[in-house]
């Protein structure tokens, strides 16, 4: 720095003569580059600032003008970088509900422990290792998804042995399996990445409800596959019904509105519609079997209730945001009623699992073989061997 100071005065001194000229352009050199060196070793910025006109003045001579560079304040996208810079090295904190930008805010009784913007994919999954109010949505789904995962590969490659028809019914559990993946696996990643942008929140959002519609269908498949075995015609309508409602609710939730706030009880309606619209074939069911009794055990049918009653009481909770809605700010972390839903997605899915499995027990137990009950439509009747016809009598 010592070194400097010969080389501003003397530039100074010339300057005042009007022997140095700096043109305009030419920054970086001459009397910009000595004035930046100078502001440098003087530690004055302020002093510098107010004097530039000044400066600028007595450097426009013989026609020539000059511009001294200034030293520039942080602008907004400097800052910008320097927070994707901490961000990236996981230095941020939680946020208090009222700071987050509106397409963050979703439960205004979780007061605290919100995550902030981060707009980096990197710093969006290494949150999960951190505590806020998505890490256990994020943990229960992401377990979830590798349960799913894991079962399904060991059925696909159990022994053929273990099945009747073993391409159709392997088929039959893996859209099952599939629906249960795709959903658990759209929505902890959609938790992990939704506080990266808005647009990346609306996009991973439409999935997340594509897998919920996914993982109602494919639940249906393989109870109905089994149940309505002896009666295709039925076992087909109700398939393609089912797929039809599917499709339109998977229609009604690419709207960009379906994802906010405002259409909460909107999306739990249209999705509990979809699984309640199982009503149809468990009454058709219990018309066509052999008794109550036979119904239940053949299909499974506590477990059934079991399961939907459990998808209820999580579409309840999420929609009425129990308990945070009593107890606000106390479940900002744990136990709020994002979890409480998951956990009960999570347990219905495996409940359903079971009455599958037994289903496809029961069903390779008895060979495939139709009791005289169930191998004939509703509509259609026995048809009785042929008789001599009566006689006539005098």
Partial sequence: MAALEPESTTFEADQAAGE?????GSRGNGHCRSMNCNLMMTNEPEVALHEEDD??????????????????????????EEFVFKVWEGRWSVLPYELLPDWLKDNDFLLNG???????????????????????NIWTHLIGFLFFLCSGLAYMFSPNIDFVSPLQEKVV??????????CLCFSWIFHTVYCHSKEVALTFSKLDYCGIAFLIMGSFVPWIYYSFYCSPRAQLMHLMTIMMLGLTSIAISQWDCFATTPYRVVRVGVFLGLGLSGIIPFLHFLMISGG?????????????????????????????RVPERFFPGKCDIWFHSHQIFHVLVVVAAI???????????????????????????????????????PTPTD
Wanted: net charge negative; with cysteine.
């Fill in 351 to 389: 409940v359903h699992l079971h009455c599958i499995s037994q289903m496809q027990a029961l069903h390779s137990s008895s060979g495939g073989v139709c009791s005289l009950t169930n191998e004939v439509e509703p509509s259609e009747s026995p048809e009785s061997p042929e008789s001599p016809l």
């Fill in 20 to 24: 140095v000229q700096t043109p305009l």
């Fill in 292 to 320: 109550f009794m036979e119904a239940a055990i053949t299909g499974q049918l506590g477990g059934i209730v079991l399961m939907a009653v459990l998808y209820i009481m999580g579409g309840l909770v999420y929609t009425c």
């Fill in 114 to 136: 919100h995550r902030p913007p981060l707009p980096s994919f990197q710093a969006c999954f290494l949150s999960i290792f951190r505590l806020h109010t998505e890490t256990f």
């Fill in 173 to 182: 559990l893996g859209l099952f399996f599939m629906g249960a993946i795709l």
């Fill in 55 to 80: 400066d600028e003045d007595e450097c426009s001579k013989d026609g020539l003008k000059t511009k001294t560079v200034p030293l520039k304040k942080q602008t907004s996208k400097e800052k910008l």
